[in-house]
């Protein structure tokens, strides 16, 4: 099956400036991740939908962080203005029932660099 | 909230050597627990989990985990080590019951030396 698909892979932008990302999930998962992941840190779930309904959005900074996912497939990421603080990894994932026992899907990221 | 604790940001292991990393989750119930594995530029892939009353779970490319109650561990091993090996490890935790979150731990980069 295909798996989880990112785009771009890499971003520079300038602070101030807004950046999207784009995940595909694979196909007939029901729930998609966004994680950030700054150097040397482990993954920070950022928001997490069940099909087009957020179920978690508890560490998003929804003052420059916003996230869709329309008709419950693809999601975008974006931030808008980006912060130097935001440099990053940023990472999708799905799930196929929701249920972590089955774990996660990841894609391979997005850099962000903000200078 | 949950978390897990990894012991040692960078383990060196010689190439056929024992592999062990380490890992301890903050909790009074057993949660899920797994360990995940990243290649440099690449995302996540899981390695194996424990979900159940098996306490020694065995995962993909020759790794295991043993779940210990006693010790709040749930350490990362395989018997020989590979140059394929050389990658990062990520520990995480969940809670059980709903759509509870994984938390990750901080990572171990595992360097093999031929």
């Known amino acids: 099956e295909a798996g989880v698909a990112q785009s771009p892979r890499y971003k520079i932008i300038e602070k101030r400036q807004s950046v999207a990302f784009w995940c595909n999930p694979i196909?007939?998962?029901?729930?998609l991740y966004w994680y950030q992941q700054i150097l040397g840190q482990g993954p920070k779930l950022l928001i997490q939908?069940?099909?087009?309904?957020?179920?978690?959005d508890s560490q998003l900074p929804k003052d420059r962080f916003s996230a869709e996912r329309l008709k419950g497939v693809d999601s975008t990421l974006k931030i808008q203005p980006a912060k130097l603080e935001d440099s990053a990894v940023y990472l999708c994932?799905?799930?196929?029932?929701?249920?972590?026992?089955?774990?996660?899907?990841f894609g391979s990221g997005t850099r962000l660099t903000v200078v | 909230a949950q978390s897990v604790t990894q012991l040692g940001s960078h383990v060196s292991v010689s190439e056929g050597a024992l592999v062990l990393l380490r890992c301890n989750y903050s909790?009074?119930?057993?949660?899920?627990l797994f360990w995940y594995v990243q290649y440099p530029n690449q995302g996540l892939q899981l390695l194996l989990k424990?979900?159940?009353?098996?306490?020694l779970v065995k995962g993909i490319n020759g790794f295991e985990a043993e779940f210990k109650k006693s010790e709040t561990s749930f350490h990362l091993t395989k018997p020989s080590a590979h140059m394929s090996d050389a990658a990062e490890y990520f520990c995480?935790?969940?809670?059980?019951?709903?759509?509870?979150?994984?938390?990750f731990g901080t990572g171990t980069k595992l360097q093999v030396i031929p």
């Open positions: 196909s007939g998962h029901a729930t």
């Open positions: 939908f069940q099909n087009n309904g957020v179920v978690d």
């Open positions: 909790s009074s119930v057993p949660p899920y």
């Open positions: 424990y979900t159940s009353a098996a306490t």
């Open positions: 995480a935790v969940s809670d059980r019951g709903g759509y509870q979150k994984v938390t």
């Open positions: 994932a799905s799930s196929l029932r929701g249920d972590r026992a089955y774990g996660y899907t």
